[in-house]
């Protein structure tokens, strides 16, 4: 435990607090900076990117991440089935996507990009506090693809209409309980059940995967997964006190589980629907961030707006009065106040990355960019919310995106060998 990193997390945990709490404009924006704090929190001290997903099951062969997302994505349905049981889904922003041709080119686009830059949506702001160059890189040219991406989504068919449609939400895409209405509590009972066995089918893959590794010899494991398994199995068991070094070393001054992390992000997420009345969004604020950087070297909001068929408000707004962004900041500061109470904090912008892994990271960026606008959502946006919103389109996203993901390292294994 490193003392001095610990006081800073708390010097900056309060003074973020004392400065939402006096200078942000409503309820709503304080709200986004709890939610992302939070987030931030739990994705650093569980380790969880869905960036690894891919990445952690290609380069070291372990799987363990993947699963634990198949977790955390069933326990988020089921709390989001429990709060849209008895209430009227229209009073609710679900994200029951399109399932098109853009869900699929976008979802390739996306793994492929975050498999180059080892990060997605959320992940670049986690990663602004260890990997700065990376990070930047990725950043800019991912908020350059959402930006020119906007005109297509507001204009291009193949991204806006749907193949499949269920009743509730005609010409938007499938919402399960629609498709199961004569079974038990209005058709979530079976929507459930389906997505339980979906996500028991992706363990049962990923499972198969990682022994056929094993025994081909090519396992390496996970540094992070392997040191939270020996620290929780030598952990001894103490009486618990809420008031007490051990207590404050177990879930503030270590790593946790990534299950425990899984069970406080679904946590998290049902907050935030239950609160806010959407899912968790990610992608659009680095559409507008690039838009202002613009206006910056003398674009006009009007014609920034007439190019992305989005309202000129949007980039005129200042950023602490965009809730998504508030949010997306705050991730970032969750994540520098878990790194500082793990005692782990280094920051430096050296940059110790070659010219070819840059480039990488940039088209990793804009890859990611372009796709969200494709796919209409990042990891959280096109994956994780419409899976806990019960939408089909979330489940063929995550084939396409794995599919795009092992594109993505071979594309870098030729290009860095």
């Keep these: 435990m490193d003392k001095k990193q610990a006081s800073y997390g708390i010097i900056i ?10 200078f942000l404009d409503d309820s709503s924006l304080f709200l986004r900076l709890l939610l992302g704090l939070s987030l931030g929190f739990a994705l650093t001290k569980g380790s969880i990117g869905f960036a690894g997903s891919v990445n952690r099951a290609y380069r070291r062969g372990s799987t363990q991440l993947l699963q634990t997302l198949m977790f955390m994505f069933v326990v988020t349905a089921i709390i989001n089935a429990g709060l849209l049981l008895n209430s009227d889904v229209g009073n609710y922003n679900l994200w029951v996507n399109p399932i098109n041709l853009g869900l699929l080119i976008g979802g390739i686009m ?10 997605c949506a959320t992940g670049v702001m986690v990663e602004l506090i260890s990997d700065v160059p990376r990070a930047l890189t990725t ?45 038990p509590l209005n058709g979530y009972f079976i929507s459930i059940l389906v ?14 995967y990682q022994n056929y590794r094993q025994k081909k010899g090519s396992y390496l494991g996970v540094a992070g997964e392997i040191a939270r398994q020996k620290m929780h199995q030598n952990e001894p068991v103490t009486e618990f006190k809420l008031f007490s070094t051990e207590t404050y070393k177990k879930w ?37 961030w690039f838009g202002k950087v613009l ?38 500061l969750g994540t520098l106040i878990a790194v500082l109470f793990l005692g782990k ?26 796709g969200t606008r494709f796919a209409n959502g990042c990891n959280v946006g ?30 870098q294994q030729a290009v860095l060998k």
């Excluded at 996306?110 to 990060?119: E, K, Q, V």
């Excluded at 425990?260 to 959407?278: D, N, R």
């Design 13 to 22: 945990t309060i003074t973020t607090l004392l400065l939402g709490a006096i």
């Design 110 to 119: 996306f793994g492929a990009g975050m498999s180059l830059s080892s990060c």
């Design 139 to 183: 950043l800019f040219f991912f908020g350059a693809g959402v930006f020119f991406g906007f005109p297509l989504q507001a204009t291009q068919s193949w991204i806006t209409e749907t193949a499949f449609s269920s009743s509730s939400f005609e010409g938007q895409g499938v919402y399960l309980p629609d498709l199961f209405t004569w079974g």
């Design 195 to 208: 997505t339980i066995t979906f996500a028991l089918i992706v363990v049962y893959c990923a499972k198969q």
């Design 252 to 288: 503030i001054g270590n790593l946790w589980e990534m299950k425990t992390a899984a069970l406080v992000i679904a946590l998290i997420f049902g907050i935030m629907m239950a609160s806010t009345g959407s899912g968790w969004g990610a992608s659009t604020p680095f559409g507008i």
């Design 295 to 332: 206006m910056l070297f003398g674009m006009n909001a009007n014609d920034l707006a007439e190019f992305t068929h989005r309202p000129a408000g949007m980039y005129t707004t200042p950023f602490f009065n965009h809730g998504v962004s508030v949010q997306n900041f705050a991730i970032m």
């Design 345 to 370: 904090f280094s920051f430096t912008f050296k940059i110790n990355h070659s010219a070819k892994q840059l480039a990488l990271f940039a088209l990793g960026g804009l890859l990611m960019g372009l």
């Design 382 to 411: 096109a994956l994780f919310t419409p899976i806990a919103n019960l939408s089909l389109s979330g489940w063929i996203y995550l084939v396409v995106l794995l599919l795009g993901g092992v594109l993505g390292n071979k594309l």
